[in-house]
């Protein structure tokens, strides 16, 4: 049933409809909206986030609902995932809905505890993101995170799962930003270094936060945003369902609520058919959330080669494309950035601004 959906996803991409007969292969899910980091390049610093984690009757709903076709759900959002007490017990849900599952964590709550349980789940994959390869850097962009300690929650992870044989894939990821661009090659090789670490990905900033004029100019939008024929959707903890992460973070307004309707009239609302319709005549700009979107376009080809080969081959071969890309190795057009603009008008952050006269130490967590 999943390579029939990617099947019918393919041929409507590749044909340009703007009405889908499959379903997203992947969603992201964010199944708490709690962190306990504040972070300059995070959404969250510009849309504050209640306290609070997605309800079951959300959740089950939605992994019901896309059961036949869902390949990947990555249970990630604007939260820590290990700030949900219910993080593992969803996991198994999909398990037994044949869904697989990706975490990200910012590694602060990885104890000997955490892992331990986490190695006994079906998780198939999981990000460390560690936004740098010097303390100065890291803590810059982590802020309330100290350097030393989630290193070493990372490697003792890696350690155990690499002990235990245990089957999830491990990848590292930094996002490459102005402070850490120069310790890529110190970042790939300490962790290629590390037992149970499968992959090192280098990935690029794919917000706005720390470059708020940067977008695709027009000659990016040749070809369709394979989000609106591919997902992944965006799935707020409160139900809400936007094509993507960025339109939320971009202030989009949702195009459907888990619960209100079936997840197939969201995914052919008359709006995701209205995005899909400019897309398709090379006018992605006049949407206000595209025109201002960061993040990198792929080529057709591997578009349409991601809707071939199964959503688990897709994660595996990722961080090798985007590495040989990035390094100059494959051209430059197979994934196309956005562009820095010349203007950089101020954005306020509402959580890490500090007031006058007070330590920024003071905001590390919750």
């Not at 504040?38 to 089950?60: G, L, W």
């Not at 964590?105 to 994959?125: F, I, S, W």
């Not at 810059?140 to 350097?147: D, E, I, N, Q, V």
């Not at 936007?242 to 209100?260: A, F, H, T, W």
Request: glycine share 6%.
């Amino acid at each position: 049933m999943r390579a029939l959906n990617r099947a019918r996803l393919l041929w409507a991409y590749l044909t340009r409809k703007t009405t889908v007969r499959g379903l997203p292969v992947e969603f992201i899910v964010e199944t708490t909206a709690k962190c306990n980091l504040y972070c300059p390049m995070c959404p969250r610093e510009t849309h504050a986030q209640p306290k609070e984690d997605m309800t079951d009757v959300i959740f089950e709903r939605l992994v019901r609902e896309s059961a036949r076709s869902a390949e990947h759900m990555m249970l990630i959002g604007l939260g820590e995932p290990f700030l949900d007490r219910k993080i593992f017990d969803r996991i198994e849900f999909c398990d037994r809905h044949k869904i697989a599952t990706l975490l990200s964590t910012n590694g602060t709550l990885l104890d000997e505890k955490t892992v331990d349980r986490l190695l006994r789940t079906p998780l198939e994959h999981i990000t460390l993101s560690f936004d740098g390869a010097t303390k100065e850097s890291y803590e810059f962009y982590r802020k309330g995170a100290r350097f030393e300690k989630v290193r070493d929650n990372f490697v003792r992870f890696a350690r155990m799962k690499h002990e235990r044989g245990a089957k999830v894939q491990v990848v590292v990821q930094m996002v490459r930003m102005e402070r850490n661009a120069g310790e890529v090659e110190d970042f790939i090789r300490f962790w290629q270094s590390v037992p149970g670490v499968d992959q090192v990905r280098i990935k690029e900033d794919e917000t706005n936060l720390m470059r708020a004029s940067s977008g695709h100019e027009a000659e990016d939008w040749k070809h369709p945003c394979h989000y609106l024929w591919r997902g992944p959707m965006y799935v707020k903890h409160n139900g809400d369902v936007y094509p993507c992460c960025q339109s939320y973070m971009l202030d989009g307004k949702p195009v459907g609520r888990i619960g209100e309707q079936t997840l197939p009239e969201i995914w052919n609302s008359g709006e995701m058919q209205r995005m899909r319709r400019l897309h398709v005549e090379r006018r992605a700009g006049e949407i206000d959330v595209c025109s201002r979107c960061c993040t990198t376009i792929p080529h057709p080809a591997l578009v349409a080669g991601s809707l071939v080969l199964h959503g688990r081959t897709v994660r595996r071969l990722l961080p090798v494309i985007e590495r040989l890309t990035y390094f100059s190795k494959l051209p430059r057009r197979l994934l196309r950035p956005p562009r820095p603009q010349t203007s950089q008008p101020k954005t306020e952050l509402v959580q890490i601004a500090v007031p006058a006269g007070e330590d920024s130490g003071k905001h590390g967590g919750e």
